[in-house]
């Protein structure tokens, strides 16, 4: 694919409104802004094509299975090692989390809720609008995970951002994000999802000025695509629908660029004198993606009672352990009621997984209200949780007559893992916090129909005479 081989900085271009993409999950793909900027026949020549440096980029170690190994070859005007050595950032964040201890978070049963965030009254980008909201393992010991939010109101200028930790899956509610990768730039809007691998340097701008959302972050592995097991070859998430940037690159001088490296859960920074975005043509199966929401194939019972959650995820990172996710991402999208003679809202629950969830848009069905449109609800290992009170009397007034039904105008998402989370100080004391949480459900009264005249009865059921 032909593209222009100079481009004006990242952080003041304006996004063509038809970038191209590729398609597919999984794959080996190709892309060069050049023709004949992929060597051919191997992967490191001598002389690559247009002098430029063969660099491979590995996400996962070299002797991983080959179902499972992830790998890029980039090609590029110069190698990323052409920088100063990394000093710790000054400022440093100080909100960020890597390594989950009683040092710098809390164990917490008690249900959670927080209401939006505010937009930053002072020029905040994508990485000081970064905080950790909870999480548990260690990046160092490549197992766990983080749960982040973010809150910005501008674009980052004359830097780029790297985590050296784990995968970034951010899910924008508020505001679109231009993401500039070394793979090639991809736009990602509320209702869409995007994934930046362990190690690729990126820029986010603000084409919409203020923005909101949501990050995941894995350490020590990957996000797959579920097993559909009787579900068949078809639906959920379809591997075509997700789309992976083409080559693009700008080679003009940047003198003071600042690589900002997140290691450990903490802030380095290294200068170099050009954009890290230098990558002319490149191949691989390890790739930053961008998935729409809205193309999620879901399913639903259509007789009796309500499915698990588990019907509707769209991403697994697994453990060793089958069927346990270290984190799941799990959508609910505009979908159909049909059950007969069945709570239709989603059950009361005690969960062995911990349940962190968020809302892009619309309303939740299990909350009738409190939850909003870039909140975020925590219910952690078998703390119980379900309808509010006026969700649960307002299904039982509807009665078993209900007919189908169609939500629309919504969509919810969890981020669900094995792993008991900690939460931070910052979330528990955050003015945001709704500490009436509670209340929602103090109002469900006793619909319990026994009484003492039944109790002969009662006990030949049971078994006694």
Not at 9 to 29: C, I, Q, R, T, V
Not at 131 to 157: D, F, P, Q
Not at 292 to 312: A, E, M, R
Not at 353 to 369: H, Q, R, V
């Amino acid at each position: 694919m032909e593209s222009e081989t100079t481009a004006v900085k990242p952080n003041s271009a304006e996004f063509p409104p038809d970038l191209d993409y590729l398609s597919g999950f999984g794959n080996h793909f190709c892309s060069e802004a050049i023709a004949g900027a992929l060597p051919q026949g191997q992967n490191s020549p001598l002389v690559c094509p247009y002098g430029l440096y063969a660099e491979q980029i590995s996400g996962t170690s070299f002797t991983a299975p080959r179902k499972l190994n992830l790998r890029s070859w980039l090609y590029r005007i110069k190698p990323s090692v052409t920088h100063e050595p990394f000093k710790p950032r000054i400022p440093s964040h100080g909100k960020l989390v890597g390594e989950f201890d009683r040092s710098n978070s809390s164990a917490n049963p008690t249900q959670l809720r927080w209401k939006p965030v505010d937009t930053p009254e002072g020029p905040t980008d994508f990485i000081d609008g970064l905080y950790t909201v909870c999480g548990a393992g260690s990046s160092n010991l490549r197992h766990g995970y983080a749960i982040h939010m973010y809150t910005a109101n501008k674009s980052m200028e004359n830097c780029a951002f790297c985590n050296a930790d784990g995968d970034f899956l951010i899910v924008p509610q508020k505001g679109r994000l231009w993401i500039t990768t070394e793979c090639g730039r991809m736009q990602v809007s509320p209702g869409e999802i995007g994934l930046l691998p362990q190690g690729f340097r990126f820029v986010v701008n603000l084409p919409d000025g203020p923005s909101r959302g949501y990050v995941a972050e894995i350490f020590g592995t990957h996000f797959q695509l579920p097993d559909l097991g009787p579900i068949g070859a078809n639906g959920l998430a379809a591997a075509r629908d997700f789309l992976v940037p083409t080559a693009w690159f700008e080679q003009s001088p940047r003198p003071g660029y600042t690589i900002i490296q997140k290691f450990g859960g903490e802030l380095f920074t290294a200068k170099q004198d050009f954009s890290p975005f230098n990558v002319v043509a490149w191949h691989g199966n390890y790739v930053p993606y961008k998935y729409d929401l809205s193309k999620f194939c879901p399913y639903n019972t259509v007789l009796v009672d309500h499915g698990d959650p588990s019907i509707n995820t769209v991403l697994t990172a697994p453990t060793d352990k089958p069927g346990v996710a270290l984190l799941d991402f799990v959508i609910f999208p505009p979908r159909w009621l049909v059950a007969e003679h069945t709570f239709r809202p989603p059950y009361y629950h005690r969960n062995c997984m911990s349940e962190f969830m968020g809302l892009i848009y619309g309303g939740y069905e299990a909350k009738a209200d409190g939850f909003l449109p870039g909140g975020a609800s925590l219910h952690s290992c078998m703390t119980p949780h379900g309808p509010d009170t006026k969700t649960y009397e307002a299904t039982i007034v509807r009665g078993s007559e209900a007919g189908p039904y169609k939500i629309t105008n919504t969509m919810a998402f969890m981020f669900e893992s094995c792993l008991i989370p900690r939460v931070c100080p910052w979330a528990l004391d955050s003015p945001f916090r709704d500490h009436d949480y509670y209340q929602c459900w103090i109002g469900l009264r006793s619909h319990f129909t026994w009484v003492q005249n039944d109790c002969i009865s009662c006990n030949l059921q049971n078994g006694h005479s």
